[in-house]
């Protein structure tokens, strides 16, 4: 009992100290602005001399119970101080973020490793210090309606891709917008009116893009995205369709206002649009049904959109559809790629986003919040099985295949991919290696429909120790067994997982998922990507890294709009290139890439 008071902070009492310093700060009465003072006395006070005790383990000299409250508050005041400066109060959970203000400051603890490799945690004086995202988000919202929106940096590491100051711009630009011409605001009652009684205007205050629902949850995150870059360029509000739990899964990402349709839209049947739709564009085009001046107007973009719909991404149309005050857009594609060989729009992208590759995970940090039932999901199993890895290595695995397996293809694959890669450790299956209790501890999250991989691969390791000493933990929120889009617990699951994937250290993705690029964008990483299997064998290579942290555009036009031709549209521009899972896509690379 003497040996655990007097060590630092053991990982195992994690909880009971949080609460102890929450207690401390508390009652503290000390202002944070004598923490200078307050440490020198205390260091003044200590007697200086090395550190021992049994085993190795960092032990702290006897001191009085006084002056270990003492020590422990003036290193919780430094790391606090400037927050309290500027007037803002830290909470009673350490971890939790002020609701409104500022960026930098804010107290939170940190793991760390003593000498031999022990886990402790002590209170860091280490700051959050991008709390807005380098700028990306924006205060006035209250912190508790959207606890993610300001915690996420206490699970993330800093992104090292900053958005450009530009981009800033224009986001604030386009919060103000929104709020202007939102729901219930005069500007948007005045549209509405004007939509019901058919009119159409070539200049409006308030021009409106509406995203319908549609798909599965990662297409449908990468369109959002999509219909948000293109209303960024094109000066238009977005508003989203609620259907499938939209509200119920993320957070309003823009200040004041909403971002959600109203339920009382005059046009009733824009769910039902589809390719065959007389009020689409393309089908408009088909049958020279344009007419100057149309209330509105269907988008289709979805995977089977015609050749007449493509021609959405040349510049003549996108002259048209400026004068057009409403715009309705169904799609499953991340269709950002092709928004970059629209002439007209390339000089705004590149100052936009001078890294290239980096436009969805600038623009998913931004709109894309976990809302507070799926944060609690989030947290939850992060601090109950992550948080104390010294690495976390995502796994998502995604079949294509009506048959529900597991497949032995698939795993053989997968064991290739992270063997080979060195990202798993091998196993030795003739020594009964054993570990000690510091070595490294690498936790693994395995995200599938089916449970049969995970139960696999953490059998094979606890059966069998690792070569090179690691524990490795496993670990797999849930197994659905089948898609199902359509149920919103279902989805919420699918968010919690997908987030909890992007906080990895490093990842492993499948061919031709929208749930593994949502993953990879927002964790700005660039992951091994497994390729899609044929005739049910293994590939080799399993897998390679992919060349940028961007989704795949699966299904873009091959049109080259001056020439009025077919084209290969990944050889159009360097920062337009094929993807690595599927040879006919289109993603963006950043040049220094080539």
């Not at 402790?120 to 210090?129: F, R």
């Not at 700028?135 to 915690?151: E, H, P």
């Not at 219930?184 to 205050?205: C, D, N, R």
């Amino acid at each position: 009992m003497a040996e655990e008071k007097t060590t630092i902070m053991g990982s195992r009492g994690l909880s009971t100290i949080r609460m102890d310093l929450k207690e401390r700060i508390r009652r503290s009465p000390t202002p944070p602005t004598q923490g200078e003072e307050l440490l020198a006395a205390a260091a003044a006070a200590s007697p200086a001399g090395p550190r021992g005790g049994r085993k190795g383990r960092a032990v702290v000299l006897p001191l009085s119970a006084a002056a270990l409250v003492a020590c422990a508050v003036v290193l919780l005041l430094l790391a606090g101080g400037s927050a309290a400066r500027r007037g803002q109060f830290v909470g009673a959970d350490p971890t939790v973020l002020p609701s409104r203000g500022g960026g930098v400051g804010d107290l939170h603890l940190s793991q760390s490793k003593s000498n031999d490799g022990e886990n402790v945690t002590i209170a860091s004086s280490e700051v959050v210090n991008d709390k807005l995202l380098g700028g990306l988000l924006t205060t006035g919202f209250d912190g508790q309606s959207c606890l993610s929106r300001y915690q996420s940096v206490l699970y993330r590491k800093a992104s090292s891709h900053f958005p450009s100051a530009y981009l800033l711009e224009r986001l604030r630009e386009h919060e103000a917008l929104q709020k202007k011409c939102g729901p219930h605001t005069e500007s948007y009652k005045k549209a509405i009116e004007q939509l019901k009684a058919g009119q159409g205007a070539k200049v409006m205050e308030c021009n409106y893009l509406v995203w319908v629902a549609y798909s599965g949850l990662g297409n449908r995150i990468l369109t959002m995205a999509s219909a948000f870059l293109y209303a960024i360029l094109t000066r238009r509000v977005l508003l989203v369709d609620g259907d499938k739990g939209t509200a119920d899964i993320f957070c309003e990402p823009f200040p004041e206002t909403s971002w959600l349709l109203p339920p009382k839209f005059p046009i009733k049947q824009f769910k039902n649009f589809s390719n065959g739709s007389p009020e689409s564009y393309g089908n408009m085009l088909k049958n020279k049904a344009i007419r100057s001046n149309p209330a509105f107007l269907y988008l289709h973009m979805a995977h089977d959109y015609s050749d007449y719909d493509k021609l959405f991404f040349c510049e003549d149309n996108q002259q048209y559809l400026r004068n057009i005050p409403w715009l309705i857009l169904k799609s499953d594609n991340y269709f950002v790629p092709s928004l970059f060989l629209i002439p007209a729009y390339q000089e705004e992208l590149t100052r936009l986003f001078p890294q290239r590759d980096s436009v969805f995970h600038h623009l998913g940090r931004y709109l894309f919040h976990p809302s507070n039932v799926v944060w609690g999901m989030v947290t939850r199993y992060y601090d109950s099985y992550l948080a104390r890895a010294d690495e976390r290595l995502g796994i998502q695995i995604r079949v294509f295949d009506p048959e529900p397996g597991p497949f032995q293809h698939v795993l053989d694959q997968v064991l290739a991919c992270t063997l080979k890669e060195n990202l798993l450790p091998a196993i030795n299956s003739k020594q009964p290696i054993v570990s000690t209790r510091h070595s490294r501890l690498k936790s693994v999250l395995i995200t599938s429909l089916n449970s049969g991989y995970y139960e696999k691969i953490r059998s094979m390791y606890w059966e069998h120790p690792t070569t090179n000493g690691e524990i490795i933990s496993f670990h797999q929120p849930s197994h659905e067994e089948h898609q199902n889009s359509d149920k919103k617990m279902h989805n919420m699951k699918a968010w919690a997982e997908i987030y909890l994937l992007s906080l990895s250290d490093v990842m492993v993705t499948s061919a031709w998922s929208t749930f593994g690029y949502v993953a990879q964008g927002l964790s700005g990483l660039r992951p091994w990507l497994l390729f899609k299997p044929e005739n049910r064998i293994a590939p080799d290579p399993p897998c390679r890294q992919v060349l940028s942290m961007e989704p795949c555009f699966h299904a873009p036009p091959f049109y080259d709009c001056k020439a009025k031709r077919g084209a290969d549209t990944g050889k159009f521009v360097p920062y337009v290139s094929h993807c690595e899972d599927m040879s006919w896509g289109l993603k963006l690379v950043d040049q220094s890439e080539w």
